[in-house]
Each structure stands twice: as structure tokens, then as C-alpha cells.
Nanobody
């Protein structure tokens, strides 16, 4: 069973940057795609980005494309989400997730392990 722990959230002004980290336990991290999702109060969980198991490919939601960068360091069992040019509408709890397969997906049903979430708040 993979355990995922997000960190790096906080309060940032619009236009600023944050880097989120997702630390994973276990030895299977490098075999699976990973993803980031977010959820604002009263809204459904929203896909943000996914990355293949080796980090060779990535896919982003249109709302964050060009501003966010997903990456991973398999030697450290860690995935990252670097967020630039943050907007107030980026405010949400951000969750990391482990995919069921080596290729990623935008559907949360394709992920079988989830972290507890980290709060990102962007002020205007």
C-alpha cells in the first residue's frame, strides 16, 4: 500500500509561485503514472496534471497549461507541482495521486492512492 503525503501549500499573492511536493512510500513509485488534482469548497475534484512513470510525458488541464509544471524524482520517491503566475481561482486543496498504470489519465477513477491534500490559497 502506497502512502502519499503532500506538502508545500500555503498563502501566496496573485502572480506568485509555489512548489508542491508529494512524498511516496513503498518501492513501486517508479512503476506508475502520477497525478495532481485539486478541489475547492463546494466543487468537484478537478484534474490538474499527470506525468508518466519515467517523467517523459505530461498532460495538463487547460486552466493551468503554461503556468504549472509537473515533475518527478523517482530516486527520491517524490513528485512535484511547480506553480507559477498563480491566480485566485487556483485556490483549492491540492491532492497527489498514484495511477493504476504507467500512463496517466484525467479521470480520478484511474488512480488508486491519494494523499491527504495541501491547501493553496492565492490572494488578490
Amino acid at each position: 500500500q502506497v502512502q502519499l503525503v503532500e506538502s508545500g501549500g500555503g498563502l501566496v499573492q496573485a502572480g506568485g509561485s509555489l512548489r508542491l511536493s508529494c512524498a511516496a512510500s513503498g518501492r513501486s513509485f517508479s512503476n506508475y503514472a502520477m497525478g495532481w488534482f485539486r478541489q475547492a469548497p463546494g466543487k468537484e475534484r478537478e484534474f490538474v496534471a499527470t506525468i508518466s512513470r519515467s517523467g517523459g510525458s505530461a498532460y495538463y488541464a487547460d486552466s493551468v497549461k503554461g503556468r504549472f509544471t509537473i515533475s518527478r524524482d523517482n530516486a527520491k520517491n517524490t513528485m512535484y507541482l511547480h506553480m507559477d503566475s498563480l491566480k485566485p481561482e487556483d485556490t483549492a486543496v491540492y491532492y497527489c495521486a498514484k495511477g493504476r498504470y504507467s500512463s496517466g489519465s484525467v479521470g480520478p477513477e484511474e488512480y488508486d492512492s491519494w494523499g491527504q491534500g495541501t491547501q493553496v490559497t492565492v490572494s488578490s
